[in-house]
């Protein structure tokens, strides 16, 4: 089987023979013949050959799948590569079920060795996202693969109903099997959550906090605990799953802080008979005005805060937008935190690194006046691995800080 061949300059040998998964527009040589979109193309950088879809737009010319040489060159993924592909990857979350979860992403993608591909699981269904165009082009090389994964997915785990999450000018679809219902009840780690695969953000629950929230359980026995940019709660029902005395979701979406309210309901006999009673929910703005969110009673008292905001940069250009805004935000919590308080810190911003955010929160710390502690730190959980040539894969930061104010 003849293939386009795009030949790269050796000095990108390296990167491409050790594991990384995308090759970019820019370094494509201009006036290269450009097949369609969602093709295989081979692709050379000194003596490694890999062999990836091409995509039409976008900064990621090629997401490769598979390495070898010139001499041994990769053969085109069939159907037995994408089984046993699919089986390394179950293997890998093999122990996440009898842990009491079974809502965990099934496939991440470059992580897993399908680029561009993510499955998350929830319950008996699946909620499947794509993230190059080939895959939406009828016919194509990547539809077809796609078609391979999904399928031998299904069959596996196994699950009654696959959905293609929506996109831009497409609706949520059924790929596979049974139409989910509007909204399902899964299991983390004991604990249970409502999830919408129709119209939830993230496919319905940030599933790669999962860890991270039952390190605020561990945290949050005797605490008030304030839950910023809260979404559908799931850290406060994990606090007060850990004894907190109180916990108050903050968030600017009505829907989110009813979600919040619900999750908090459906674990009555987790959480104890009060649960409702200890908590609460805030509409505010945290973006806009962070420090008079905070100053709000509700939160009056409060000594662990888990501050989660959404990404806050979709391109290198915006950068150091975020940046100003992790800080504000970040000193705001501080600075309402009081002697020995806690502060839960996420970052889900690919363009943020590890070391920035820790630098970000230094900064802000200082903007507060306050010293703190680094108790913990912490990135992606097992089902989001991260091939270890990628650090563009490595986005989520998780940090916790203990407060500590001059005598």
Not at 50 to 74: C, H, K, N, Q, T
Not at 142 to 171: C, H, I, K, Q, Y
Not at 246 to 262: N, T
Not at 325 to 354: E, F, I, K, M, W
């Amino acid at each position: 089987m003849s293939l386009p061949t795009l030949r790269l300059p050796a000095r990108l040998e390296g990167p491409l023979s050790a594991g990384h998964p995308w090759v970019y527009r820019d370094h494509v040589a201009p006036g290269t013949s450009v097949p369609d979109d969602g093709t295989w193309v081979r692709v050379e950088a000194g003596r490694t050959v890999a062999l990836g879809l091409w995509a039409s737009d976008g900064a990621i010319a090629v997401r490769a799948f598979r390495r070898g040489s010139a001499e041994a060159p990769p053969q085109v993924p069939d159907a037995a590569w994408v089984e046993a592909t699919v089986a390394r990857a179950l293997a890998l979350r093999a122990g996440l079920e009898e842990a009491g979860s079974d809502a965990y992403r099934l496939v991440f993608g470059e992580g897993d060795g399908l680029p561009g591909i993510t499955v998350d699981r929830y319950g008996r269904f699946a909620a499947l996202q794509t993230y190059a165009s080939g895959y939406d082009r009828e016919g194509s090389d990547a539809a077809a693969l796609l078609r391979l994964v999904v399928r031998s997915l299904a069959r596996a785990v196994p699950l009654t109903g696959v959905l293609r999450a929506r996109r831009e000018g497409a609706p949520a679809q059924v790929v596979w099997g049974a139409t989910p219902p509007p909204e399902v009840t899964v299991r983390e780690q004991g604990l249970r959550f409502l999830a919408n695969l129709f119209e939830g953000q993230k496919t319905g629950l940030f599933l790669d906090h999962r860890e991270h929230r039952g390190h605020v359980r561990d945290l949050a026995r005797g605490r008030r605990v304030a839950n910023l940019f809260a979404y559908s709660g799931a850290f406060s029902v994990y606090a007060l799953a850990g004894g907190a005395r109180h916990a108050v979701d903050v968030d600017v979406a009505p829907a989110a802080l009813r979600d919040a309210e619900r999750n908090v309901a459906a674990n009555a006999d987790a959480l104890g008979a009060d649960a409702t009673e200890r908590h609460e929910t805030l509409r505010a703005d945290l973006l806009s005005d962070p420090a008079s969110a905070l100053a709000a009673p509700h939160l009056a008292g409060s000594d662990l805060i888990v501050l989660d905001p959404p990404s806050l940069a979709r391109r290198k250009g915006q950068r150091h937008a975020a940046l100003r805004t992790y800080r504000r935000l970040n000193a705001a919590a501080l600075a309402a935190l009081p002697d020995g308080g806690l502060l839960a810190s996420a970052s889900c911003t690919a363009q943020v690194s590890h070391e920035a955010f820790l630098g970000v929160l230094a900064e802000a710390a200082a903007d507060a006046g306050v010293c703190a502690q680094v108790l913990h730190e912490s990135g992606h959980a097992p089902d989001h691995p991260v091939p270890l040539a990628f650090p563009e894969g490595r986005y989520l930061k998780f940090v916790v800080l203990r407060v500590t104010r001059p005598a």
